[in-house]
């Protein structure tokens, strides 16, 4: 072992042969000491497959130390920009700071997992986030890569409640000890259990993070002795086994709830979201939708609102609302597109708008009937596709391959089945082959892909990829066919699982995909930080669902019905208003555009991305919260509706359909229904009157009782 002191703003550290990394102390004061008069210690060691770092700080000023935030630079590689090497490098998947402790991991796209606890309180955590582009000069867009993950020791910055309180300062001549563990596991599956033996932390697991009004989830703690709360109820705790506890929550009403688990002197929390109905969901988002105002822009984000606004009008149609968004689509698209030749009128690289826009007139089609979106689909489908599709089926956007910039093969697929609901079959398998094509292509690539702006392994490149390839799949009879695009995609989902919130003990964010650049263009709020969830999580969330739809395997469809839980929360049914995402870093400290655009109205077609700095600008802290919308107030481009994609998962995949799952032990799971079996018939029960289809997965010989009528399972 070697140790270093570190007195100023040196951030080198030597540490012994074998160890896995060099971690560095650094600061962040106001005034600009960083550290001078600081002396922090470093000492790691390896001990079989952990790295334990023992860290020291002492004050040695005659004044006390309060920095906005310092601690230690944790010495992974997170630097993901090539391909393949990407693959073998680590995301910040998850962390959390609770008021005696802190854990998470980080993951690889092979699978390498990398468990981290600190049995002391930690103040925060935070990313180190890099500058991507200067647009125009001086003024800075962050990039699309993480250059390290941050372990706050102390911060001053303010901190969600559950933080701990006593991490803010060092008093002159005092000094802190911490002791991390950086913990190399087998898989995410032994996360839990790993972090509470290391460290003596109870650890809560949580199979499901949502659940319906009245329906009992089980939850498994691994601790010591683990008392639970939730709110002023105390629940009741079974003993499992060696350190492993279970109880079962249940809620009558819908809404977060905030589980608090104290296990002798250590505290932790969980979240459970008891959602609300789909179709109460559905009909809010379409208010939203007119309130936060669709707009003409160089960004379909802009006006992506009206996917919610026509989905909603097909299954709930509603005369005021829809009427308006209506006669606002028509003017949004009268003003970015030439009726005559389909293009773009300006910015016709972002063919991401022209395939989007495709996909919102075939929902209107499907909606009210009138062909006349039919050919402005196809004038503009036709262009698109004549100006981007290369041979080998890839759309391009010059030299960038945007096949999985969302989805333009989907949006064809989506435009197909319109077509041949209205009986067009040629054209249905023009748009449907031009897909193919494109999506031979992902399958070809083998995770190789472009995606616009800084190249990375980007959340949504693969999502968009997988989700495609997925579609593809239902689609064909051929069995060798479907093997080949399923087996693909969840290549591709397996890999993506780094990329995701998959264990987090949160339900408000679970199923959550880790984008971090989006704010600045869709809110107007730099720097970066984690949105999760955010419109584009929805992307991961159809990959779930084909997923399940093409394997029956639960674990796609609890992960489909947690992401759709948390997507729904963004709905805040105290104002009956939308929020655009859920930030997930703890503290940044950030700055937004304050005011609209005096020289704009909603109603004026603008273009861009403005930088924060370019307009006056709010100063504050966010961390662990919603962020409001801001297309109800701001008349400038803004990208925010792009939350809207969320809606559109949850028209597609679980507003109108339930799932019936039976499990190797006999027992039924129930997504959007109630089941029973007796006498070899399974009776099965909607829990909303717009739920029409039923999918059951079963070994079993039975007949399925649904909606007053007996139908046989399809094998």
């Given at each position: 072992m070697s140790t270093r002191r570190i007195l100023a703003t040196v951030l080198t550290l030597s540490v012994a042969a074998g160890t896995v990394s060099a971690h560095t102390f650094y600061c962040v004061e106001p005034g600009g000491a960083d550290g001078k008069g600081i002396q922090c210690d470093i000492t790691v060691e390896k001990v079989e497959n952990r790295e334990i770092v023992h860290v020291v700080m002492r004050n040695l000023r005659h004044t006390p130390f309060q920095p906005v935030k310092a601690g230690i630079r944790l010495g992974v590689d997170t630097y993901m920009d090539r391909y393949p090497e990407w693959n073998d490098k680590y995301f910040p998947t998850m962390m959390v700071c609770e008021p005696t402790h802190c854990y998470g991991y980080m993951q690889s796209p092979s699978g390498s997992v990398k468990a981290i606890v600190s049995d002391s309180p930690v103040a925060s955590w935070s990313l180190d986030y890099n500058l991507g582009y200067m647009e125009p000069e001086p003024y800075w867009f962050y990039g699309h890569r993480i250059k390290s993950l941050n372990l706050d020791l102390l911060s001053t910055q303010p901190q969600p409640d559950r933080h701990p309180r006593g991490c803010r300062?060092?008093?002159?001549?005092?000094?802190?000890?911490?002791?991390?563990?950086?913990?190399?596991?087998?898989?995410?599956?032994?996360?839990?259990?790993?972090?509470?033996?290391?460290?003596?932390?109870?650890?809560?697991?949580?199979?499901?993070?949502?659940?319906?009004?009245?329906?009992?989830?089980?939850?498994?703690?691994?601790?010591?002795?683990?008392?639970?709360?939730?709110?002023?109820?105390?629940?009741?705790?079974r003993a499992m086994g060696h350190d492993t506890w279970n109880f079962v929550f249940r809620q009558d009403n819908p809404g977060i709830y905030e589980l608090?688990?104290?296990?002798?002197?250590?505290?932790?929390?969980?979240?459970v979201n008891v959602t609300r109905p789909w179709n109460e969901i559905i009909r809010t988002a379409r208010r939203e939708a007119l309130r936060c105002r669709q707009k003409a822009s160089s960004h379909v984000e802009s006006w992506y609102g009206f996917h919610t606004a026509f989905l909603a009008a097909r299954y709930f149609p509603d005369h005021e609302p829809d009427s308006a968004l209506n006669a606002r689509f028509d003017m949004v698209t009268a003003t970015v597109f030439n009726p005559e030749s389909g293009r773009q009128n300006r910015y016709e690289w972002r063919i991401q708008n022209a395939f989007s826009t495709v996909g919102m007139l075939a929902d209107r089609y499907e909606a009210y009937g009138n062909k006349k979106d039919l050919l402005t689909a196809e004038r503009i489908a036709d262009r698109v596709i004549s100006d981007s599709q290369r041979a080998d089926g890839a759309f391009m956007n010059g030299q960038t391959d945007y096949s999985s910039v969302i989805y333009p093969a989907k949006s064809l697929l989506e435009l197909a089945d319109a077509e041949y609901a209205a009986s067009r079959r040629s054209r249905g398998r023009k748009y449907e082959e031009a897909a193919r094509k494109a999506i031979d292509r992902l399958v070809a690539l083998d995770g190789n892909f472009n995606t616009e702006g800084e190249i990375t392994y980007e959340d949504g490149m693969v999502s968009c990829a997988a989700l495609q390839m997925g579609a593809m799949a239902l689609r064909c009879k051929d069995a060798d066919k479907r093997r080949r695009y399923r087996d693909a995609m969840l290549k591709l989902l397996e890999g993506h699982d780094c990329l995701t919130q998959l264990r987090v003990a949160d339900g408000r964010r679970r199923g959550g995909t880790m984008?971090?650049?989006?704010?600045?263009?869709?809110?107007?709020?730099?720097?970066?930080?984690?949105?999760?969830?955010?419109?584009?999580?929805?992307?991961?969330?159809?990959?779930?669902?084909?997923a399940w739809l093409l394997t029956g395997d639960e674990k796609w469809l609890a992960q489909t019905f947690d992401a759709a839980a948390?997507?729904?929360?963004?709905?805040?049914?105290?104002?009956?208003?939308?929020?655009?995402?859920?930030?997930?870093?703890?503290?940044?400290?950030?700055?937004?555009?304050?005011?609209?655009?005096?020289?704009?109205?909603?109603?004026?077609?603008?273009?861009?991305?403005p930088h924060p700095?370019?307009?006056?600008?709010?100063?504050?802290?966010?961390?662990?919260?919603?962020?409001?919308?801001?297309?109800?107030w701001q008349t400038m481009v803004s990208s925010d509706n792009d939350v809207h994609e969320v809606f559109k998962f949850i028209a597609e995949a679980v507003l109108r359909n339930a799932f019936v799952v039976e499990r190797r032990d006999g027992s039924l799971g129930c997504y959007n229904c109630s089941a029973s079996l007796e006498d070899g018939v399974l009776t099965v029960i909607a829990d909303e009157p717009q739920m029409t289809n039923l999918y059951v997965s079963s070994d079993s010989d039975y007949k399925v009782k649904f909606k007053g009528e007996i139908i046989c399972i399809e094998r």
């Open positions: 300062e060092l008093e002159a001549g005092e000094s802190r000890e911490w002791t991390l563990q950086l913990i190399d596991i087998d898989g995410p599956d032994d996360f839990e259990k790993t972090v509470h033996y290391a460290a003596g932390v109870p650890v809560p697991m949580m199979s499901r993070t949502s659940c319906r009004p009245g329906e009992p989830i089980e939850i498994t703690i691994y601790g010591h002795n683990p008392k639970v709360k939730d709110g002023p109820r105390e629940l009741p705790v608090e688990i104290n296990d002798g002197d250590r505290q932790t929390h969980g979240y984008r971090f650049w989006e704010a600045q263009y869709d809110v107007h709020i730099q720097p970066n930080m984690i949105s999760s969830p955010h419109g584009w999580s929805a992307w991961r969330a159809y990959a779930t669902y084909y948390s997507f729904a929360a963004l709905v805040d049914f105290d104002t009956h208003r939308l929020n655009w995402a859920f930030v997930v870093d703890p503290a940044v400290n950030v700055r937004q555009i304050a005011v609209p655009d005096s020289t704009l109205t909603a109603d004026t077609p603008s273009y861009g991305c700095d370019m307009y006056p600008h709010a100063d504050y802290t966010i961390g662990e919260r919603y962020v409001p919308m801001i297309s109800d």
